[in-house]
C-alpha cells in the first residue's frame, strides 16, 4: 500500500513569491493535515481538510491555504513568501474526522531565499 | 507555558540501554496519546497510540501515561543504534480530533 506521498521534495523560492505544494493521502483516507516543522520549533499545526472542506485550522495567516481535491488529494499555497517560510512542510492523512494517529508523508523542503 | 514539554537532548546513551524519554503536559482534556519516530529527512513515523492513563507494550517499546501527573513516557528496551532518531510525544482531546499537538522532540543517539 502506497503511504503519504508529496511533492515536490525540495523547492528553493525567492522572497515575495509563491510556493505550491501537493499531497496524495492513503487510500481510504479522507482526512489529510498539514504541519510546518521550522528548525527548533516542533511541529506546528496548519490547517486540516475532510471530505474536500478546510475543518480547521492554526495559527498562521491568511496566506497560508489550501484545498482539498475531490480524489482527497491536497494542495497547501503559501503566498507572498518570507524567510521565516523556510521550513520542512509535512502532510499526514487519516480515516475521517481525524480518527486515530496520522501516517505522515516525508515533507516538502522550502527555502526561501 | 507550551501545552506539551519535551525535553530536546540530545540524549546518547550505548547500544542494549533502556531509554526513557518523557513528556509533560499541561492540558487536562487531553486523553490520545501518542508517539512518533523522526529519522532525518524522513517524516514522522507512529511508534504508539495510546488511550487515557496505563501502559502498552509494544516490542522492545513501551508507552506509559499518568494522567494525575499529566505526564507520559516512552520505554525502550534494548535499545539499537537503529532507534536513533528524534522521538516526537503528541497528544490530543476527544473534543479536538483534528488537532494533534506535538512535543518539540528529543533527539536520541544509540552508541555501538
Known amino acids: 500500500e502506497a503511504g503519504v506521498t508529496q511533492s515536490p521534495t525540495h523547492l528553493i523560492k525567492t522572497r515575495g513569491q509563491q510556493a505550491t505544494l501537493r499531497c496524495s493521502p492513503i487510500s481510504g483516507h479522507t482526512s489529510v493535515y498539514w504541519y510546518q516543522q521550522a528548525l527548533g520549533l516542533g511541529l506546528q499545526f496548519l490547517l486540516w481538510?475532510?471530505?474536500?472542506?478546510?475543518?480547521n485550522r492554526g495559527n498562521f495567516p491568511p496566506r497560508f491555504s489550501g484545498r482539498q481535491f475531490p480524489n482527497y488529494s491536497s494542495e497547501l499555497n503559501v503566498n507572498a513568501l518570507e524567510l521565516e517560510d523556510s521550513a520542512l512542510y509535512l502532510c499526514a492523512s487519516s480515516l475521517g474526522r481525524g480518527s486515530g494517529g496520522y501516517t505522515f508523508g516525508s515533507g516538502t523542503r522550502l527555502t526561501v531565499v | 507555558q507550551k501545552e506539551v514539554e519535551q525535553d530536546p537532548g540530545p540524549l546518547s546513551v550505548p547500544e542494549g540501554a533502556i531509554v526513557s524519554l518523557n513528556c509533560t503536559y499541561s492540558n487536562s482534556a487531553f486523553q490520545y496519546f501518542m508517539w512518533y519516530r523522526q529519522y532525518s529527512r524522513k517524516g514522522p513515523e507512529l511508534l504508539m497510540y495510546?488511550?487515557?492513563?496505563g501502559n502498552k507494550e509494544d516490542g522492545r517499546f513501551t508507552a506509559q501515561v499518568d494522567k494525575s501527573s499529566k505526564y507520559i513516557s516512552l520505554f525502550i528496551r534494548d535499545s539499537q543504534p537503529s532507534d536513533s532518531a528524534t522521538y516526537l510525544c503528541a497528544m490530543r482531546s476527544q473534543s479536538s480530533a483534528s488537532k494533534i499537538i506535538f512535543g518539540s522532540g528529543t533527539r536520541l543517539s544509540i552508541r555501538p
Open positions: 495510546t488511550y487515557s492513563s
Open positions: 481538510y475532510d471530505e474536500g472542506e478546510e475543518r
